[in-house]
């Protein structure tokens, strides 16, 4: 009888031992080109993409912004990479994920203030999902976003957008306060940034992202 016991407890075992490897599995992620935030206070980070794509993701806004500050410096190498390797390039993960409703006007203020100091670097530049602009180098301050669009379309100055933030930015951190107000917040959704990562990161089998795509230089 004790040896029929065990023996019905082999498959439940087996079934067990499946699990946790398909959990384990579904932890990482495969990478195609290396992904690094060295360069996050003067350009375009394409490991602080992930992160700002984790929080449109999350919460199905139009447009993410993030702010430089909000990472530490990692370099993720091609390979299966597992999501706490991610974790590593967020200084804050416990920040929370909030919804602003901004105009298009307000957005653009926003991006030129992240620019107010380049070429230098500077811990206000922003990283950004959903939308994709050119700085124009020689250009006055407050005037070097060019080529500003929202997905496929040109930004619209007029136009309310739902954009994603870390809660720090969303309160007015790095003086962007000048751009917008707690007037203007949506909702906290309460997820972290930490959770939305790793939430994203869950849902997808690869990643390609190559620097340039959003955040280009012009000539």
Not at 173 to 198: F, H, N, P
């Amino acid at each position: 009888m004790v040896r029929a016991t065990g023996t019905r407890w082999v498959p439940l075992l087996i079934v067990s031992l499946l699990l946790v490897a398909s959990e384990v599995l579904a932890q990482s992620v495969q990478v195609r080109e290396p992904l690094s935030t060295a360069g996050v206070r003067v350009e375009e980070s394409t490991l602080a993409d992930v992160v700002a794509d984790a929080m449109r993701s999350v919460t199905g806004a139009e447009v993410a912004l993030v702010a430089a500050t909000s990472f530490a410096e990692v370099t993720i190498q091609p390979g299966n990479v597992n999501v706490e390797e991610f974790e590593r390039a967020l200084v804050f993960r416990g920040d929370t994920v909030v919804i602003m409703k901004l105009s298009g006007a307000q957005i653009r203020k926003a991006l030129e203030h992240g620019l107010a100091l380049y070429p230098a670097k500077s811990a206000a530049f922003l990283q950004v999902s959903g939308l994709s602009f050119q700085i124009n180098p020689s250009a006055p301050r407050n005037e070097r976003v060019e080529n500003l669009k929202v997905g496929k379309e040109p930004l619209d100055v007029a136009r309310t957008y739902m954009v994603a933030m870390p809660s720090p930015l969303a309160s007015g951190a790095l003086v962007y306060s000048k751009a917008w107000s707690k007037e203007d917040m949506e909702r906290d959704t309460k997820i972290t940034l930490g959770d939305a990562l790793k939430g994203y990161l869950g849902k997808v089998t690869e990643i390609s992202l190559k620097a340039g795509d959003r955040i280009a230089v012009r000539k």
